[in-house]
């Protein structure tokens, strides 16, 4: 059974400070972690994509992946109001016989406070 | 096109009408998958498609859920005898790569069944 768990939140951050998610996943074959941004009423956005353990920055955003300990992370720096989303974590492995998908988490509800 | 498109962006139905949601994905992407996502709950996957091989429906809720994918292109999920439970969002996703590098979701179809 391969599970992602995050917390549900709320995560409240105030604006400006770094907002950090995380994230574990049990099937340690996963291979591929991704970051989704998820506005409310709207579909997922592919924000963060990560595959081997360390950081990967790309502007205010970092990815961290441990996969001893098998977790996953996103840290955002100087927050933003408009970066009040849910935050959905999915795992790949690398390969499936084709296939199942990714699974995600819940989602991190993330609020930003002016 | 330029993104995934879904159809109808809404759908309200009756109990035990037949629904189909359809799915144009990325020019070119071999991979489709649909997933579904109730309201507050993670998403599911339901059916992925990758190119001329069998598609693999294990996520499929029950065997009032088909979907066929026309030409490796076009998508459409059929519910038969839709349920109360059936309504939630439907999204399609679309990859390139199987799913290694993440996808692009559509903007989703809200089914409600009344």
């Known amino acids: 059974q391969k599970e992602v768990e995050q917390n549900s939140g709320p995560l409240s951050v105030p604006e400006g400070a770094i907002a950090s998610l995380n994230c574990t996943y049990s099937?340690?074959?996963?291979?591929?972690f991704f970051w989704y941004r998820q506005y409310s009423g709207k579909s997922p956005e592919l924000i963060m994509s990560?595959?081997?353990?360390g950081d990967k920055e790309d502007g205010r955003f970092t990815a961290q992946l441990n996969k001893a300990s098998q977790y996953v992370s996103l840290l955002i720096r100087d927050s933003q109001p408009s970066d009040s989303a849910t935050y959905l974590c999915a795992t790949k492995l690398l390969s499936g016989g084709g296939a199942d998908g990714l699974t995600f988490g819940k989602g991190t509800h993330l609020i930003i406070q002016p | 096109g330029a993104g995934v498109s879904q159809s109808p962006s809404n759908k309200v139905t009756e109990k035990g009408k037949d629904v189909e949601l359809r799915c144009d994905p990325i020019s070119g992407h071999t991979a489709l998958y649909w997933y579904r996502q109730s309201l507050g709950q993670g998403l599911e996957f339901l059916i992925y498609f990758q190119g001329n091989s069998a598609p693999d429906k294990s996520g499929l809720p029950s065997d009032r859920f088909s979907a066929e994918r026309t030409g490796g292109s076009v998508s459409t999920l059929t519910i038969q005898r839709t349920q109360q439970e059936d309504s939630a969002v439907y999204l399609c996703a679309s990859n390139s790569l199987g799913g290694a590098h993440g996808y692009t979701f559509g903007s989703g179809t809200r089914l409600t069944v009344v």
């Open positions: 099937d340690r074959g996963s291979q591929s």
């Open positions: 990560i595959y081997s353990n």
